[in-house]
């Protein structure tokens, strides 16, 4: 019996109630979220996310909780292990990378270093 390949990425009830929630409103006009990382801030990296309309021929595809998210292929070894959250704060509401490959961030929390997973 094969054993199931751990996801590259998984989300919180939180967060997966809240993408469900968008998902539902873009009238199958999205078919999941596009998740990366790219170079910038003051820290070195950012993570992007944007809607995906279609999925590029090398996404990596993680089905968690009745979400689709799609991992360019470049963020892959930076994304391994991250838990994605959903916090609503006093003033604020967003999502959150909880990720054990990010060594550093800066003080607005915009940008992050991170390092290469040796999974």
């Not at 595809?61 to 991250?82: N, S, Y």
Request: net charge negative; charged share 30%.
């Amino acid at each position: 019996m094969a054993r199931e390949r751990p996801k590259a990425i998984k989300l919180t009830d939180k967060a997966a109630d809240h993408l469900r929630e968008i998902m539902a409103q873009s009238e199958g006009k999205y078919i999941g979220l596009r998740v990366g990382v790219k170079n910038g801030g003051c820290a070195g990296m950012e993570y992007t996310m944007e809607y995906a309309q279609d999925q590029k021929p090398l996404d990596e595809v993680v089905e968690d909780k009745g979400v689709r998210i799609l991992i360019d292929p470049k963020a892959i070894l930076f994304l391994i292990g991250t838990e994605m959250d959903y916090q609503t704060e006093k003033f604020s509401a967003g999502f959150k990378f909880n990720n054990p490959n990010q060594t550093d961030a800066c003080g607005c929390g915009e940008s992050v270093t991170l390092v290469a997973s040796e999974a």
